[in-house]
């Protein structure tokens, strides 16, 4: 693992400015097996954010180390097609460990179906590696801000009819269709999910007990038929939320 600390506005290293300001540091995890991949991703991310703390690795193991290691790192940008990784495997044993942290995928295939499976596993997003530097930027930070990233010509691909095999989870709300109902607290506590609080800022900023909010939560994927955060976002958008 190498970490890669930046800071092109001063002179102090991110920790040290830090410190002396008492300002917290952005922690984002790349994961990939190429190193000119993650040398340009850490040098196009201290572009995202100076005081940044950029932890790599390059295999499934370094993933699930670096996981552990900092359990409270701000995003994670992952490589599916690494060494010692198969499908989707890997990214849900990471969201399994680690539900709260923000997944954004990367990869060489970028057909509408890879989309819809790292979306139905939890991935905060998906960017191919043919993405333009200004566009892959904007991606990271709309994941960064709570949001879902899906480029938009995959999503119109999504939307153009009906694959071979199972169809995705999350289906646009037909013409004339009923939106789905839910109740005023389970709407604010949608509004949290989708800037990407975790359930213990969920409970401080309603007052809530964690069980209640996992209540909440649990009935809002049912309203949805969704088994995760992403699949709730995306199936509450096509429904007509206002939580972009």
Do not use: W
Request: net charge negative; proline share 6%.
């Amino acid at each position: 693992m190498v970490g890669v600390k930046g800071n092109r506005a001063s002179r102090l290293c991110p920790a040290t400015a830090a410190a002396q300001y008492n300002l917290p540091i952005m922690k984002i995890i790349l994961v990939d097996d190429h190193a000119l991949i993650t040398e340009a991703l850490s040098a196009l991310l201290i572009d995202v954010d100076a005081d940044v703390a950029i932890y790599t690795g390059h295999n499934a193991d370094d993933a699930l180390r670096l996981v552990g290691e900092h359990p409270d790192a701000d995003l994670m940008l992952l490589d599916l097609g690494m060494p010692g990784a198969t499908g989707t495997s890997l990214l849900e044993a990471i969201i399994e460990r680690e539900p709260d942290l923000k997944v954004l995928v990367l990869s060489g295939v970028d057909d509408q179906r890879s989309v819809m499976r790292v979306l139905q596993a939890g991935a905060a997003g998906f960017v191919p590696k043919s993405m333009a530097t200004d566009t892959l930027v904007a991606a990271i930070r709309f994941v960064l801000s709570g949001g879902v990233y899906i480029p938009s010509d995959l999503l119109d691909t999504a939307r153009l009819g009906p694959l071979s095999g199972p169809p995705p989870r999350v289906q646009e709300l037909p013409p004339g269709g009923t939106r789905v109902a839910l109740t005023e607290r389970q709407e604010q506590v949608l509004q949290l999910l989708a800037r990407g609080a975790p359930i213990k800022v969920i409970c401080r900023e309603l007052n809530l007990s964690e069980g209640t909010v996992k209540t909440h939560v649990t009935a809002i994927y049912r309203a949805f038929d969704a088994s995760n955060r992403t699949e709730a976002l995306l199936a509450a958008r096509r429904n007509g939320y206002d939580i972009s």
